[in-house]
T-cell receptor
Framework: EDKVVQSPLSLVVHEGDTVTLNCSYE??????LLWYKQEKKAPTFLFML????IEKKSGRLSSILDKKELFSILNITATQTGDSAIYLC??????????FGTGTRLKVLA | NAGVTQTPKFRVLKTGQSMTLLCAQD?????MYWYRQDPGMGLRLIHY???????AKGEVPDGYNVSRLKKQNFLLGLESAAPSQTSVYFC?????????????FGPGTRLTVT
């Protein structure tokens, strides 16, 4: 059975801290791994990763994939209160089939 | 461009009532999905469609039906609502073909069944 597991489930940090969110997966027919940020409403796309070892960056956020060990990490440096959200990891397992993890709820305190 | 929209935003139903949730997109995407999101369970796929006139079951299809009569619309129906269907429902779309694409999500519909 395909599955995606995220850890930790929740995290509370102070502004300026660096956080690392984890996503491990076991799927057949891996195509890509995606990270989304969900604030109050719709998840919004952050990154798509397909190749091991190639870091994707966007401002203070970065992510990398390890296809041998079957996991990905999402790093956020110099966190801000606006980073407070649920971060979702999803794996595309076969064309148009996406498996989601339960998410990591991040709260950044001022 | 509105992107992906969902109607209604909120709804309260009594057990046994029926309703239809509408998802509309203006991105000309082939693939459309309905998910439900419950605390501690992530997003679970209810039904999906790979094109106009086609639908398929996802992970948790029981108690729901769908239709995709037009490419831009994907309807989710609850024929006889149950309290277990209290959830937040998200529609998502994706471009077609065998390339690698992300999904785009609607703002969600919060449904409570009493």
């Amino acid at each position: 059975e395909d599955k995606v597991v995220q850890s930790p489930l929740s995290l509370v940090v102070h502004e300026g801290d660096t956080v690392t969110l984890n996503c491990s997966y076991e799927v057949t027919n891996f195509r890509s791994l995606l990270w989304y940020k969900q604030e109050k409403k719709a998840p919004t796309f952050l990154f798509m990763l397909t190749s091991s070892g190639i870091e994707k960056k966007s401002g203070r956020l970065s992510s990398i994939l390890d296809k041998k060990e079957l996991f990905s990490i999402l790093n956020i440096t110099a966190t801000q209160t606006g980073d407070s959200a649920i971060y979702l990891c999803a794996v595309e397992a076969g064309t148009y089939k996406y498996i989601f993890g339960t998410g990591t709820r991040l709260k950044v305190l001022a | 461009n509105a992107g992906v929209t969902q109607t209604p935003k909120f709804r309260v139903l009594k057990t046994g009532q029926s309703m239809t949730l509408l998802c509309a997109q203006d991105m000309n995407h082939e693939y459309m999905y309905w998910y439900r999101q419950d605390p501690g369970m992530g997003l679970r796929l209810i039904h999906y469609s790979v094109g106009e006139g086609t639908t398929a079951k996802g992970e948790v299809p029981d108690g729901y039906n769908v239709s995709r009569l037009k490419k831009q619309n994907f309807l989710l129906g609850l024929e006889s609502a149950a309290p277990s269907q209290t959830s937040v429902y998200f529609c998502a779309t994706r471009d077609g073909g065998t390339g690698l694409y992300e999904q785009y999500f609607g703002p969600g519909t919060r449904l409570t069944v009493t």
